[in-house]
């Protein structure tokens, strides 16, 4: 395909979309019916489907039946481990070794035109991003996600919590289905601002954005802190009714979906003249400039913040503007030694 039918390249070999980014229509005003309807496809397509094709398979073929949840024991804990491991492994290693190993498409679609593997840099452990993403990703990442499932898949199994069953409450059960992701939305916007208070930027959260060209195994390279906090939106499950093919879900979005922003490419190329759209634009954006995008753009919750980015000029004629006036802010503000003073 020829990338510059839908974006331009610039000296650097950088890649942007010709597209604006639009938040989703559902809270944004002056509301729309039309554009909620068209907008409607991109929900479910192509992630959420599959995430939860992935939970409902999970669930069926590949958790322990419930007798076996009921106690603690180190055979079944392993097992979820490793099936959340084997997945995570497949994906984000397929992900990488089509588009950064082998190069499949070039660099067609490339937001950055650099590949990390190129660059070494002494942030990274071993001084290569990817070894430190996957390290990362395994050795804190996955035994965190697992930690929350299987206790959470123990309390059900223990009858602890507000568990509801399908024939009880079709409904409420498929309503909250549906707005799962809308909810890990609105739970990453709040702890990813929190995380980039400066105290807990330096100390936390600086791990993930040492992978300012992020790749596939960038996706939950995260010091442990926010590891914990990331998978914590799970928690709901033990306070409103819910179902634990939900709570599979609800992991994967959390967990498989934290790839969707860090794949790098505006498409991935199918095959001749066909590409699959990534949606990794938005969060893109954040990891180049840091304070734009806390969210991915399903709510308007960056625009009713003023820290939404579009990708065009005019966005980023604005966030400089933004910047500009809070470095204003600083300068203006007495230092603790002029406070002294002064008092």
């Known amino acids: 395909m020829n990338d510059l039918e839908f974006g331009t390249r610039d000296k650097r070999g950088n890649w942007r979309p010709n597209r604006r980014l639009e938040v989703g229509p559902l809270l944004d005003m002056p509301w729309n019916l039309m554009r909620v309807l068209k907008w409607i496809p991109s929900y479910f397509l192509p992630w959420n489907v599959?995430?939860?094709?992935?939970?409902?398979?999970?669930w069926v073929s590949l958790t322990p039946e419930r007798t076996t949840l009921q106690t603690f024991d180190w055979g079944w804990v392993a097992f979820i481990f490793l099936r959340n491991a084997a997945l995570i492994a497949l994906l984000y290693g397929a992900l990488e070794l089509r588009l950064y190993v082998r190069r499949a498409q070039g660099d067609r679609f490339k937001y950055n035109g650099k590949f990390p593997s190129d660059a070494p840099s002494s942030v990274f452990w071993f001084n290569n991003q990817n070894v430190d993403g996957v390290l990362r990703t395994f050795l804190s990442g996955l035994p965190i996600w697992t930690?929350?499932?299987?206790?959470?898949?123990?309390?059900?199994?223990?009858?602890?919590?507000?568990?509801?069953?399908?024939?009880?409450?079709?409904?409420?059960?498929?309503?909250?289905?549906?707005?799962?992701?809308?909810?890990?939305?609105?739970?990453?916007?709040?702890?990813?601002?929190?995380?980039?208070?400066?105290?807990?930027?330096?100390?936390?959260?600086?791990?993930?954005?040492?992978?300012?060209?992020?790749?596939?195994?960038?996706?939950l390279s995260m010091h442990p802190v926010e590891h914990l906090l990331y998978w914590s939106d799970s928690l709901i499950h033990l306070i409103v009714p819910s179902h634990p093919v939900l709570v599979l879900y609800h992991l994967q979005v959390t967990g498989t979906g934290a790839v969707i922003g860090h794949i790098g490419f505006d498409k991935i190329e199918t095959g001749a003249g066909r590409a699959i759209d990534s949606h990794a634009y938005a969060h893109y954006l954040h990891h180049k400039y840091f304070e734009v995008n806390y969210a991915d753009g399903m709510l308007p919750l960056d625009k009713w913040m003023g820290t939404w980015h579009d990708?065009?000029?005019?966005?980023?004629?604005?966030?400089?503007?933004?910047?500009?006036?809070?470095?204003?802010?600083?300068?203006?503000?007495?230092?603790?030694?002029?406070?002294?003073?002064?008092?």
């Open 311 to 343: 990708g065009t000029k005019e966005g980023y004629r604005l966030m400089k503007e933004r910047f500009q006036k809070k470095k204003a802010r600083q300068v203006a503000r007495p230092s603790l030694k002029e406070k002294e003073n002064i008092g």
């Open 147 to 219: 930690a929350y499932e299987v206790l959470i898949l123990w309390m059900w199994a223990n009858g602890l919590g507000p568990w509801a069953i399908f024939g009880d409450s079709p409904l409420w059960l498929v309503a909250f289905g549906l707005m799962i992701p809308l909810i890990h939305e609105v739970h990453f916007f709040i702890i990813h601002r929190l995380i980039h208070i400066p105290i807990l930027y330096k100390w936390i959260h600086s791990v993930h954005h040492n992978s300012v060209n992020p790749s596939p195994w960038s996706s």
């Open 50 to 58: 599959v995430f939860f094709a992935i939970a409902g398979l999970f």
